[in-house]
């Protein structure tokens, strides 16, 4: 079964730091491309991060750029979020989703989230 299970969220003063992981399985990673999303209450889901299959290209909303820096590790089937001078409204649900274009289909797998809350 397709898995995709993050970690690493957590409740962080403003400023501070914390890196989040995606760990996949079920599926050959290394075709995919990987993205961050994030939502935060009362707001529409939004792209944070993405990363290329071979990790040779990367894009990251403008709120971010600068702060968080996206990685994957195709031996490990891992993808990273680092984040940095954390912001109160960097708060959300964090998502991990690999997406993959076919000839005939497209493939799209998504985590459940992990929660990050920036408060003092």
């Known amino acids: 079964q397709v898995q995709l299970v993050e970690s690493g969220g957590g409740l962080v003063q403003p400023g501070g730091s914390l890196r989040l992981s995606c760990a996949t399985s079920g599926f050959a990673f290394s075709p995919y491309s990987m993205s961050w999303y994030r939502q935060a209450p009362g707001k529409e889901r939004e792209l944070v991060a993405a990363?290329?299959?071979?990790?040779?290209?990367?894009n990251y909303a403008d709120s971010v750029k600068g702060r968080f820096t996206i990685s994957r590790d195709n031996v490990k089937n891992t993808v990273y979020l680092q984040m940095n001078s954390l912001k109160p409204e960097d708060t959300a649900v964090y998502y991990c989703n690999a997406h993959k274009r076919a000839l005939m289909r497209e493939y799209d797998y998504w985590g459940q989230g992990t929660q990050v809350t920036v408060s003092s």
């Open positions: 990363i290329s299959s071979a990790g040779g290209r990367s």
